[in-house]
């Protein structure tokens, strides 16, 4: 079984200097684990679970995205924490300390739209983060020089489980008529 969820990527610089920052984490506060790839950053807008990914869950939840007219917002990670994991390795993620009100409005509306399209999903509320990488060092949370974009789009990406991989499955503007 793969993951589905939709997701907001970072544009390549901003991620790029994300794996930077958390090499030069590694270092100074002595973790062993490798960086998330830059090409597999993002936040997760909203998590569809573990499925038996079939044309017909996929067909449904594109049809929804394309239903979602949120306009394009900034987003910013300005914070450093370290989450509780139930293993060993805990994920060290940017935060926002104050998630964008126009962010928190695309969440409702894509859970709106996967409701009406019969999508079954996990119906978590937003928790908008990034994971540099896991390690079994806790970090405490802290504030950080801010990783800010324009997020102009948002993804559907299959998570290949065990490989380590991401598969965009559908790409949908913010701020369509």
Sequence with gaps: MDTLFFALYPPPELARRAVEFAERLRLDLGLRAKPTDAARLHVTLHFLGAVATDAEIVAQASRAAGSVRSPPFDLTLDMLASF???????????????????????????????????????????VPHLTLLRDPVAVPEQSIAPFQWTVRDFVLIRSLVGQGRHMLLGRWPLGRQ
Excluded: F, I
Aim: charged letters at 25%; glycine letters at 4%.
């Design 84 to 126: 509780r994991a139930r293993g060993r390795q805990r994920p060290l993620v940017l935060m926002a300390q104050r998630v964008p009100p126009d962010l928190q409005a695309l969440h409702l509306e894509l859970c709106e739209a996967l409701r009406s399209h019969a999508v079954q999903a996990d119906w978590r509320g937003l």
